[in-house]
């Protein structure tokens, strides 16, 4: 089975960063729509941000002027930087793919792989 694998979570401070990295070679060089989710405890699972074929970014209002996702091509991944976290930030994300529209990211979106998702704590 294919895998997407995250990294780089942790426990920061508020007003701190993070980046997250999901190995992704399998799709990011393909026409797939990628994203990154979260879920907080007691909490919907929500779409955080969404890199699309060409590069398009999308992000959640919450996450807007703070966080950037982007492909590495020369490491294969998709990368989350995460600047000025807020103790609502905190929950397990997650690094997502679907084919969508020829790699274009459709609404509503139905990502049919994962990875095991990455913890991050904001306090």
């Known amino acids: 089975d294919v895998q997407l694998v995250e990294s780089g979570g942790g426990s920061v401070q508020a007003g701190g960063s993070l980046r997250l990295s999901c190995a992704a070679s399998?799709?990011?060089?393909?026409?797939?729509?990628m994203g990154w989710l979260r879920q907080a405890p007691g909490k919907e699972r929500e779409l955080v941000a969404e890199i699309e074929r060409d590069d398009r970014t999308n992000y959640a209002d919450p996450v807007k002027g703070r966080f950037t996702t982007y492909k590495d091509a020369a490491k294969g991944t998709i990368e989350l930087q995460m600047n000025n976290l807020k103790p609502e930030d905190t929950a397990m994300y997650y690094c997502?793919?679907?084919?969508?529209?020829?790699?274009?990211?459709?609404?509503?979106?139905?990502?049919?792989?994962w990875g095991q998702g990455t913890q991050v704590t904001v306090s």
């Open positions: 399998a799709f990011i060089y393909r026409p797939y729509c």
């Open positions: 997502a793919a679907e084919a969508g529209w020829n790699g274009y990211c459709p609404k509503p979106h139905n990502y049919d792989h």
